[in-house]
């Protein structure tokens, strides 16, 4: 069983939600970023995503662009993002990794070298943005062939039709993206949100999570309370941004930030009630 099935799978006998945060790779130096995901995973993160630095990430708003001006400046590459991989499955190999970016990079790779690469790293889902499922035919059968979910967006604009399209060939979980715009914008609306999800469920067995919007404690754990998991992105990348000088505080401050969201999502959930979330 591929670990993210696992994690879920073990997160819906205890009647909790996967906490899941994103952080871009290499930011503000490859040599930190091993030690950002341990720390994260301290914090009570179930499920990391990794961000692969691009210089056009255009789903993304400025802390997270700014995040991979940083990486790419540093020399990151999407070879190194697999190495980052490999040397944490040395000391974790429970916690779930998902690669989250867009296409050019893995195409410089290949698409079948970079399917077996990720897989041997220990990666366990692919997310890439600009990778829809009507252009997924080449990627995601040898995402499958070793292992590695592929993993899709939906939007509040998606139409019933096609949810059931990306429903059909998602893995994993699907990332709901709770806001029409880009990453670190407005602020989401959690009854919007659940009226959005009510009918993705009637498509689908896979976990819903939600990403965009997720700052703190609060939006987490009202987030929490209708989804099956929570990404949280740019207020833990703008903790990097804002100790690039000192970047031994950084954990610190991720962690700060994680635990804060973690506590009050369980706080938000338990007692587990009869219409919570299957």
């Known amino acids: 069983m591929n670990r993210i099935d696992q994690r879920f799978s073990e997160l819906k006998q205890q009647g909790r939600r996967a906490l899941i945060p994103f952080i871009t790779a290499g930011d503000p130096a490859p040599r930190y970023t091993v ?77 079948r070298a970079f399917a077996e690469q990720a897989a041997r790293a220990g990666v366990d889902g692919v997310l890439m943005v600009d990778m829809p499922p009507e252009e997924a035919d080449e990627l995601a059968p040898l995402l499958k062939e070793q292992g590695v979910a592929a993993i899709f967006l939906v ?23 709770s806001l029409k715009g880009v990453t670190g914008s407005a602020t989401l609306n959690a009854v919007d949100v659940a009226e959005h999800l009510a009918p993705l469920r009637a498509l689908t067995t896979l976990p819903l999570c939600v990403g965009f919007g997720i700052r703190d404690g609060a939006t987490a754990a009202e987030v929490a309370k209708v989804a099956d998991g ?5 207020a833990l990348v703008s903790r990097i941004a804002d100790n690039t000088a000192t970047p031994e505080a950084i954990p610190d ?14 706080a938000a959930t338990a007692p587990a009630s009869a219409d919570a979330p299957r």
């Open 230 to 234: 929570v990404i949280a992105g740019s």
């Open 253 to 266: 401050a991720l962690k700060a930030v994680l635990g804060d969201m973690r506590r009050a999502m369980d």
């Open 155 to 177: 939007a509040p604009t998606t139409s019933r039709e096609r949810a059931a399209t990306i429903c059909a060939q998602g893995q994993g979980y699907l990332y709901y993206v």
């Open 35 to 111: 030690t950002f995901m341990h720390a994260l995973v301290e914090a009570g993160a179930d499920i990391i995503e990794l961000g692969v630095p691009f210089s056009d990430p255009m789903a993304d708003g400025p802390v997270i662009q700014k995040a991979c001006e940083r990486a790419l400046a540093a020399g990151t590459r999407l070879v190194d993002l697999l190495d980052m991989v490999a040397e944490f499955r040395r000391s974790d190999t429970a916690t779930p990794v998902v690669l989250m970016g867009y296409l050019n990079p893995v195409e410089r790779i290949g698409y």
